[in-house]
Structure formats: structure tokens, C-alpha cells
């Protein structure tokens, strides 16, 4: 999948279904927003299950664990999984929430990786007000 470079939002080059990024002054917490079509035959009660396997394929993330899931209604009305995933990346503990809601043929998520000081409601609060409004600039 291609996106527009203008609507990409990154100080730096992001691999693909990533189309922004922003960390904190010190890295964390970090904000992640990807798009992908939606894997065939996964259902959205399902799809932290894509996150938990993207995570486990990476060299620099062990120990991934899924704390916590549940279905919730996003800000705009569409229905969404939220998650928490404990793991360590590298050699740091690590937390990443995130809410995943699929729109027409596509999935969309958004995932906040913070450290273990970084306190869960503020974190869980940023990312269940996604919305899957489509605007255009």
C-alpha cells in the first residue's frame, strides 16, 4: 500500500502500513498510526491478534504478552478493540495500548508505547479517542 507523502506525518521515513509517528522528548510515550487492509478472515473481535504477531516478529520485542482486551465504541461511533500488551523492548519494560477499528476495507490502528512509569489511564485515554472520520485536507 502507497500513501501520499503530504499526508504523511513524521519527522522521519516510515515503513510501510505506519503513517504517523510522534514520540516524546525523551521517545516516550510514542504514538503510532497504521493502516492496512484488512487480513483476510480476521475478524475485528480478533484483530489484536495482528499486533501480538507483528510484535513477536520483531528482533527487538520479547516477552509479548496480552494484559487486557475489550470491545469499545470509538469517539465516532464505530466499534473498536481496545488492547494492552506488556512486552520489553530491547532490554526495557515496556506497555503498549492501542484501539484498532476497521472502516470500509481497511484496518486502522493506533498504539501508545510508554514505559512502566508512564501511568496506564493517560495512555488509554489518548488512544480510546480515536475517531475513523475521514478527512481531507
Do not use: C, W
Not at 14 to 43: H, Q, T
Not at 112 to 119: A, F, Q, S
Amino acid at each position: 500500500m502507497t500513501y501520499d507523502a503530504e499526508l504523511v506525518v513524521s519527522p522521519e521515513a516510515l515503513e510501510p502500513s505506519f503513517v504517523f509517528r510522534k514520540a516524546g522528548l525523551r521517545g516516550l510515550p510514542s504514538l503510532n498510526v497504521s493502516v492496512n487492509n484488512i487480513p483476510s478472515g480476521l475478524d475485528l473481535k480478533r484483530s489484536e491478534e495482528y499486533v501480538l504477531a507483528f510484535l513477536k516478529g520483531e528482533k527487538e520485542f520479547s516477552d509479548v504478552k496480552l494484559s487486557h482486551k475489550e470491545m469499545i465504541q470509538l469517539k465516532d461511533g464505530t466499534t473498536g478493540i481496545y488492547y494492552e500488551i506488556g512486552a520489553k523492548y530491547q532490554r526495557h519494560e515496556i506497555v503498549i495500548v492501542g484501539v484498532i477499528g476497521y472502516k470500509n476495507t481497511k484496518m486502522i490502528g493506533a498504539a501508545l508505547i510508554g514505559d512502566l512509569e508512564t501511568p496506564i489511564d493517560y495512555l488509554k485515554g489518548m488512544v480510546r479517542s480515536l475517531s475513523l472520520e475521514i478527512a481531507k485536507p
